[in-house]
């Protein structure tokens, strides 16, 4: 079939082989078609002009997100989309079997990742890299990226309660709005700009569920707090102070409704982010109790009234009023705080020199000191955030990172912070290029492929220029910085191009008046000013400023600026920490995590440079999509097909063809991968079936010998206690024969004939005492009083007998007169017997019969050993 396609195909239109632009007519044709390529790999043939009809019709439906190979197109409506980013959404793409056959999404990157964490596919942790210039959406992908997983990684939670899920997944959230109103401002490219960069790992224990989150932080851009660009403003947070805050807030924060403040441009604007309850509300559910929330509002607050503290030479109520302000909310002693910002300390050998400050040097200090409150705040709100929302590290074992930058960026005055923000750009870039377009090819290569390498722009030689080493645009900086003079524009202008003018990236325009470097970026050129440039990278902290908000009655303050003197103890150490090294080394520890993790990219595109919804400026996308690559990603993605040939119908009708193979290509591996799961689901049956008769078997055995070990044991037991009772019942039959009268124990007595009087009433008479005595008959186990005609005698025999008689019965002598009872409650009689015959004789012998019943009459029948010892006679 295709042979027969070959034959037929007719070239008798030249347009369509003389030339790419015919090519490009001749793909261009139906345009009304455009729209439905989800995949610009997909395109022929592949140009910037192709690329971006196609981005464009896609555009005009309201269709988003286009796949680019490896890389996912994202174009910002610059309008909510909400059944784009809904629950539903995030399930469907979630539990769907193939989710690269849905429509394309970021949605759809999120879950490659997150299966590729499943799977322990090496390297097992993931990044998604967001790029893109200021106002692309970038922020608002990061964040739908971080609802996704904090959705998905939840939702199968089996072995946590749902609360503490509910718990992390709140917090790993409630970081973004903080982190947005604390980092983010409104600039002319967009409403809501990162002017930081932030790195977020999302931790993952083994079950893939989402334990905790931390966040890094790179660079952020401090200056906005004292001096914003024309028409843009300040940190979000101070105008949602301003627009949100209670009366009663107000008059703590020393802020009234019609007060204007110098750093607080545009205050009249209103954008979505002046949301200060959402802002408090998240920093409850962090865990920021309301006493830590007021020491926070009252430092953003200081910093506004510092702002309008001016310096003249003349002493000004209202430069007074404004000092005392932001000295009470600071909560420092107002002279010395004018004093810090009026009277430097220089250093004479050992001794200090003070020095009073010019009217700049005033303003100068103060900018920094606001600066740095600002800076220090925010690097507390991170730490925080990070305590309250990172989990052990024994709890989690992978992470997925999503890294939202700051946008390449080139206005009418760039300085140091344009050219960090730019170098960090240059850094993901060819991050993007080592990794994708460079090692994509080289691969294909050492497969032993007929391969002819894509051109694309190499921005190597630009790195070498800013970062290079020894000598760089930063190494220079560095040095001049670390000088101990005041720094010179010229001076420093002619030693860059005595340097680095062997580099290409570098130009200068020698008829200009203000000392600047340009540098040809893979997004553009960028023109920096070098005035100012050196101070900024020195970033100085004039030590008295830090002693003094060491010493404030605002906790957070004290906290905050003892971290900074430990950091930086002295002056000298503070120089040689500069902001350009800082950045850099920050900058090369977030590229070695993205070189130990499987990257996934996303590059967001700005369709017009007015953000207006649904608005698409041909010359704004075009200039995007040369800088990012695109162009020539796709070519190698398209090229690394089995059919490469563009640019003729031939080529078109062998990709139909292509299609068709890839259909059954794909029907068959269905098969295979259904039969292949078919005999491991069979496999497991029968393995489990298995283990569960083995199971049983071993359960029922185990059983029965413990069954067999108990009875035995109570076989045991019984003859033991058998044995036992046995053998008491022995002793006790033995013991109560021993207690009986024995023939040799008994000597006949003349017993004295009793007084018939003596003999009524019951008594006894001693052979020993002449005089009758009552007798209380009480012996144990037998009640003599229900026989008073009994009469009683004792007979004892040898001094041992005669002593057992006198410990059994209690003889007191009082005066002559005696009494008879037994010492059975006392000294516990032994035993006594009834003889059957005549009278009761008492034998006092030892016995061990120590547990005879105590109280006879309580009891209605006789148990025991008295059963033994009494025998009934009357």
């Known amino acids: ?344 300390t220089l250093k004479a050998g050992k001794q200090n020199v003070l020095k009073p400050c010019s009217q700049a040097e005033c303003s100068v200090r103060r900018d920094c000191l606001a600066k740095l409150i600002y800076a220090q705040l925010f690097e507390w709100i991170v730490t925080f955030i990070n305590n309250s929302i990172c989990a052990d590290k024994s709890t989690w074992c992978n992470f997925i990172g999503v890294l939202d930058v700051y946008g390449f960026e080139c206005f009418q005055i760039n300085n140091l912070e344009q050219l960090c923000i730019n170098y960090a750009n240059e850094k993901l870039q060819q991050h993007f290029v080592a990794h994708y377009l460079r090692a994509q090819q080289e691969e294909y290569v050492s497969e032993g492929l007929q391969w002819s390498f894509v051109k694309y722009q190499d921005n190597q030689s630009c790195l070498d220029l800013i970062e290079g080493s020894p000598i760089s645009v930063f190494s220079l900086l560095n040095e001049e910085s670390r000088l101990n003079r005041a720094s010179d524009a010229k001076m420093f202008r002619v030693r860059l191009e005595k340097e680095l003018s062997d580099n290409g990236n570098i130009s200068w325009d020698k008829f200009s008046k203000v000392p600047h470097f340009t540098v040809a970026h893979y997004a553009g050129r960028v023109n920096y000013q070098i005035e100012g440039m050196v101070e900024k990278n020195k970033d ?84 995007q999509l040369e800088a990012c690559g695109i162009v020539e990603t796709i070519h190698i993605s398209a090229a690394g097909f089995p059919i490469s040939t563009r640019g003729s119908l031939l080529a078109c009708l062998l990709v139909s063809q292509l299609d068709l193979l890839e259909d059954q290509r794909k029907k068959i591996l269905s098969r295979c991968a259904f039969s292949i799961q078919c005999c491991w689901l069979r496999y497991q049956r029968r393995r489990r079936h298995t283990h569960r008769q083995s199971a049983t078997l071993i359960q029922a055995a185990v059983r029965s010998w413990l069954v067999r070990k108990k009875v035995r044991r109570w076989n045991r037991a019984a003859g033991v206690i058998q044995n036992k009772w046995k053998k008491w019942r022995t002793l006790l039959k033995s013991l109560a024969e021993a207690e009986l009268d024995d023939a040799k124990d008994v000597v006949e007595e003349d017993v004295p004939v009793l007084n018939p009087v003596v003999r009524e009433r019951g008594s006894v008479q001693l052979s020993t005492i002449p005089e009758p005595v009552p007798v209380r008959g009480w012996p144990m186990g037998l009640a003599l009083a229900s026989a008073p005609s009994i009469t009683v005698s004792l007979t004892a025999t040898g001094f041992q007998k005669m002593m057992s008689a006198m410990a059994s019965l209690n003889l007191p002598s009082r005066r002559g007169q005696y009494k008879v009872t037994t010492n059975q409650y006392t000294e516990e009689l032994a035993s006594i017997r009834a003889q059957p015959k005549g009278s009761v004789k008492l034998h006092c012998q030892r016995s061990p019969l120590l547990y005879a019943d105590r109280h006879p009459d309580l009891k209605s029948d006789v148990r025991g050993f008295n059963e033994i010892l009494l025998e009934k006679t009357l």
């Open 1 to 344: 079939q295709v042979e027969g396609l070959i034959q037929n195909v007719d070239f008798s239109h030249p347009s369509l082989n003389d030339s790419l632009e015919g090519e490009i007519q001749a793909f261009l044709i139906n345009e009304d078609q455009l729209h439905t390529y989800d995949d610009l790999t997909k395109v022929n043939p592949v140009t910037p002009t192709t690329v971006l009809k196609c981005l464009q019709a896609r555009y005009s439906v309201k269709v988003f997100y286009t796949h680019a190979g490896c890389t996912l197109v994202a174009l910002n409506p610059f309008q909510p989309v909400p059944d784009l980013y809904s629950l539903d959404v995030m399930k469907e793409y979630h539990y769907a079997s193939q989710p690269q056959e849905f429509k394309p999404h970021i949605f759809i990157v999120a879950e490659e990742a997150y299966r590729n964490v499943q799977g322990q596919l090496e390297p097992v942790n993931q990044s998604l890299v967001v790029s893109g210039e200021s106002g692309a959406g970038k922020t608002w992908t990061s964040r739908c990226l971080m609802k996704y997983y904090a959705t998905v990684a939840a939702s199968s939670s089996v072995m946590k309660s749902q609360d503490t899920v509910e718990r992390i997944e709140r917090r790993v959230l409630d970081s973004n709005p903080i982190m947005e109103a604390f980092g983010n401002a409104c600039t002319l490219r967009n409403n809501n700009s990162s002017r930081f960069g932030k790195y977020i790992q999302l931790q993952l224990d083994r079950c893939q569920l989402l334990v905790g989150a931390s966040v890094q932080t790179y660079l952020l851009e401090k200056t906005r707090v004292t001096c914003q660009p024309a028409n843009e403003r300040n940190f979000h947070i101070f105008y949602q102070m301003m627009k949100g805050a209670t009366d009663q807030q107000r008059k703590e924060w020393m802020m009234s409704q019609d007060q204007c403040f110098a750093w607080l441009p545009n205050s009249e604007k209103t954008v979505e982010e002046d949301c200060f309850d959402e802002t408090v509300e998240a920093m409850v559910h962090l865990g920021i109790h309301a006493e830590r929330q007021q020491q926070i509002f009252r430092i953003l607050a200081g910093i506004l009234q510092l702002g309008n503290v001016s310096f003249s030479s003349s002493t000004d109520e209202s430069q007074t009023y404004f000092l005392q302000r932001a000295a009470e909310l600071l909560c420092v002693p107002a002279e010395e705080l004018q004093t810090c910002l009026r009277v430097r």
């Open 540 to 623: 100085p902290v004039p030590a008295e400023l830090i002693n003094l908000f060491e010493k404030s009655d605002n906790p957070l303050l004290q906290e905050i600026f003892a971290d900074k003197k430990t950091e930086n103890p002295t002056n000298r150490g503070l120089s040689k920490v500069t902001v350009v090294s800082k950045f850099k080394n920050s900058l090369e520890n977030l590229m070695k995590i993205l070189h130990t993790t499987t990257p996934h990219y996303t590059r967001c595109i700005k369709p017009n440079p007015d953000c207006k919804p649904l608005t698409f400026k041909k010359e704004e996308v075009i200039m």
